[in-house]
């Protein structure tokens, strides 16, 4: 079975914009670099910094509840801190979510664009090394990208795999072979993992990336299609190494 990895995308701030990469690092035990470091809670979450602890997507302004979030495009450079978005209809928008005063101004930047469909008050909330990640083991998500485009073959629709907002995305695999390798080891690049579960979808694949329109039901056609709700896997690295595009990804035998 021969797979490379197709894309390597990182997600800085939960629910917005995926940052593509041309390679990365995995460190074992670790989650994806620079994914998940903030979220924006949509009213109080009850994150405390000083013991960080797993919280709830539905608690943050997340495509599975707020679909307008992806009319923000954000940009975010992790080596200065600085983000930038854009969104139609708002100003752009710059500044440092290093301190507090930058942290604020995109809250109130993005409490004008999400309007009523936020519950609010939106703050943005910085993990400190903690990840916001959708699952407290879920380290690092593999998409394979033929079980995407057999979904799109059944929808006769075209289908953005990055509606699926994995770290990973990887071609030469057979569709939906993944669903049966909890506990398998597989080899990406320079590092090997080993699968947690396969992923169970939410609501958020139904919106465009692009338009920010909730268009697919994709939860109802995952079921109806394949008796399923799953898109993607979980692994957690237990030997570090580098990852880019083109690296194999092997599934070991065993």
């Not at 997600?11 to 470091?37: M, N, S």
């Not at 608690?59 to 495009?73: D, G, N, P, Y």
């Not at 604020?104 to 309007?115: D, I």
């Not at 079980?147 to 509606?163: G, Q, W, Y």
Request: aromatic content about 8%.
């Amino acid at each position: 079975m021969s797979a490379s990895i197709a894309a390597l995308y990182r997600h800085p701030i939960k629910g917005f914009t995926p940052q593509a990469l041309c390679r990365a690092r995995l460190e074992a035990g670790r989650a994806f670099p620079g994914d998940r470091l903030f979220a924006v809670e949509d009213g109080p979450c009850g994150f405390d910094p000083a013991a960080p602890a797993f919280v709830p997507k539905q608690r943050f302004t997340v495509l599975a509840k707020i679909a307008r979030v992806a009319k923000a495009r954000t940009a975010y450079d992790e080596t200065s801190g600085v983000l930038e978005a854009t969104a139609p209809g708002a100003p752009n928008f710059e500044a440092s979510l290093g301190d507090e005063a930058g942290k604020l101004a995109f809250a109130l930047w993005l409490t004008t664009l999400l309007g009523d469909d936020a519950a609010g008050p939106l703050r943005v909330i910085d993990g400190a090394g903690h990840r916001f990640l959708d699952h407290p083991q879920g380290h690092v998500s593999v998409i394979n990208l033929a079980s995407v485009r057999d979904l799109e073959m059944r929808l006769a629709r075209p289908l953005d795999p990055l509606r699926f907002r994995g770290n990973l995305y990887v071609d030469g695999w057979p569709a939906w072979a993944e669903n049966d390798w909890t506990g398998r080891e597989i080899v990406l690049g320079g590092a090997r993992t080993r699968v947690f579960k396969p992923i169970t979808r939410c609501a958020a694949p139904g919106v465009d990336p692009v338009t920010g329109i909730r268009d697919i039901d994709v939860t109802g056609a995952l079921h109806d299609f394949y008796g399923h709700m799953l898109c993607g896997i979980y692994v957690q690295v237990i030997a570090g190494g580098e990852v880019a595009r083109g690296d194999p990804a092997r599934l070991e035998l065993g």
